[in-house]
Every structure is written in structure tokens, then in C-alpha cells.
């Protein structure tokens, strides 16, 4: 599946583009009609395409983590290679925003990212479904596919990105309004200037919200005109300003800010990251 993805993608795009993804359980995304649809019984392809923009800069790199042990990836270390993963060293202090897609403990990805680029950085994503390099992909610009474990999208420059983590129960879907909170955080509700996603997971949708495409709808009440992407995976990442939990399973709401967020809680199960990624004025 990821060799006919890439190669279909490979057709349309730039030479010069890095492409990083995975396999899932299922995707969302923007279907004709600039409705919001969430496949997951059929195959679908949900593609998020970063291009050139003045004041906002994007990297995209993988790596291999070790298996089994539980040690940093090897990264890049503060201060030293940033050139190495695709990011010049002047916008090394400048990072924002983290897309990360695993395989495996997403965890030690983003410790590393913190350590690398500041523990401001909102780290957000998703583990794949499926093992090594047959769920992931990265591929430099003329390269081959690389074997890693591990793939990131690093935004930097005039970007923000807000997220909200929401823990489920097993008691149906959370409160009303649980999504406003992402209003405040400094993101624009325009489409021409923000761009939505959704990390869920594998074991919620239709089956458990009993209608279908529930969290694409629910986002699209308060971003009607925020164009989504998003996935089902087996564990969710978010870097949450405040994680709120619902349900008998769940432990009490828990707040706090992001340097209160380590690498032994980034990581979540049974929950949905909402993300809103928006560009900022460079006046």
C-alpha cells in the first residue's frame, strides 16, 4: 500500500518535495464538496501538502529508533547536524510545531524533539498501524525510501499550532463545547489560513460514536471553514495545554502547561487529538 501511495503521489508532485507518512486503520479528510468524511472500512488516502511560504519553513525527516530497548532515537543532538535533518541552523531556535508518526513509542520522539528544539515546541501525532517499514514511509527528494521507525514534519517560523486532547471512557461521546477551548489559543478560524487535524483512535468512530464522521463533524461546528485532515491510529500523541477526560474509566480532568508534559504522558490510548495549525502575520 505505501509503494502505490507513493508512487501515485510521486505524479503529482514536485521532485524536490520530501514525502513522510504511514498505514493506518483509517483517514479523514476533505472530500468534493469541501465536505469532511472519516473512511474506515474501505481504503482511502488523506495527504496534507506543505508548500512554500513566506515566514513559515518545513522539514521533514525519519529516523530509527532502537527496538527493544527504551533509549533516545538517534537524532540530532542541540546545537549540532540540525543541517543534517533539513532544517538550517538559523530557524533551529525558531520551531513551533511537531508532527510526529510512529511505529512504536512516540514518546522518545518527541523528548528528543524538546531537547533538540525547546520545550515550547507543541508536539502532536499519531502511532501507525502496523510494523517498521512497511507502515511508514520518508523519502528525501531523489532518494530511496528509508528504513526508520519514526517520521517527523517540523514547522518553523510564523505558525502555531493549538491542540486539545480529549480521553474517552467508555460512557459515548464527550460533553458539548469540549472543542471551544481551541478558539482561544491564537488560531484563525479561516481556511485560507489554517488547516485542521485529527489523531483518533483505532478503537472509536462509528462503532463507538453510533453515527459516522462524529469527530469531523463536531470539529467542523467550530472551524466551519478549516479544511481537516486526520487518521485512526493505535495511540495518540498530543502536547496538550490541558487534557480533558470523560467517561467512568477515566481519571479526573487533569490542566497544566507544557513543561508539566513528559515523556512518560505525551503518549494517550482510547483518546482524539484535535490540532489546529495557523499562520501567523510576520508583522
Avoid at 103 to 129: M, T
Avoid at 155 to 179: D, F, K, N
Avoid at 267 to 280: A, G, H, Q
Wanted: with cysteine; hydrophobic share 35%; proline share 5%.
Amino acid at each position: 500500500a505505501i509503494a502505490r501511495v507513493r508512487a501515485g503521489l510521486e505524479t503529482v508532485l514536485p521532485k524536490s518535495c520530501h514525502m513522510a507518512g504511514c498505514t493506518v486503520q483509517g483517514v479523514m479528510g476533505m472530500l468534493g464538496g469541501g465536505s469532511a468524511s472519516e473512511i474506515e472500512d474501505d481504503t482511502g488516502v488523506s495527504v496534507l501538502f506543505a508548500p512554500r511560504l513566506s515566514g513559515v519553513h518545513f522539514s521533514a525527516f525519519g529516523v530509527q529508533t532502537p527496538r527493544p530497548k527504551c533509549e533516545m532515537p538517534v537524532f540530532a543532538e542541540k546545537g549540532r547536524d540540525l543541517d543534517e535533518l533539513g532544517l538550517p541552523r538559523r530557524y533551529a531556535d525558531d520551531v513551533r510545531c511537531a508532527l510526529v508518526l510512529t511505529d512504536n513509542n512516540g514518546s522518545l520522539v518527541a523528548e528528543k524533539i524538546w531537547e533538540c528544539y525547546g520545550k515550547n515546541v507543541s508536539v502532536c501525532g499519531a502511532r501507525s498501524v502496523g510494523k517498521g517499514k512497511k507502515s511508514l514511509i520518508f523519502a528525501a527528494p531523489g532518494q530511496e525510501q528509508q528504513p526508520c521507525n519514526a517520521v517527523c514534519l517540523l514547522m518553523a517560523g510564523h505558525i502555531h499550532c493549538a491542540t486539545r486532547c480529549v480521553q474517552r471512557g467508555h460512557s459515548g461521546p464527550a460533553e458539548p463545547g469540549y472543542l471551544d477551548e481551541l478558539c482561544s489559543q491564537h488560531v484563525s478560524a479561516s481556511g485560507k489560513e489554517s488547516v485542521g487535524a485529527i489523531f483518533s483512535c483505532c478503537g472509536l468512530g462509528e462503532d463507538f460514536f453510533k453515527e459516522p464522521n462524529h469527530e469531523s463533524r463536531q470539529f467542523g461546528k467550530v472551524f466551519p471553514q478549516v479544511p481537516i485532515i486526520g487518521l485512526f491510529g493505535n495511540g495518540e500523541m498530543s502536547s496538550s495545554l490541558k487534557t480533558q477526560h470523560f467517561g467512568p474509566l477515566c481519571t479526573p480532568e487533569v490542566t497544566g502547561d507544557i513543561a508539566s508534559v513528559t515523556a512518560r504522558n505525551i503518549m494517550n490510548s482510547f483518546s482524539s487529538v484535535f490540532c489546529v495549525f495557523s499562520l501567523l502575520s510576520s508583522t
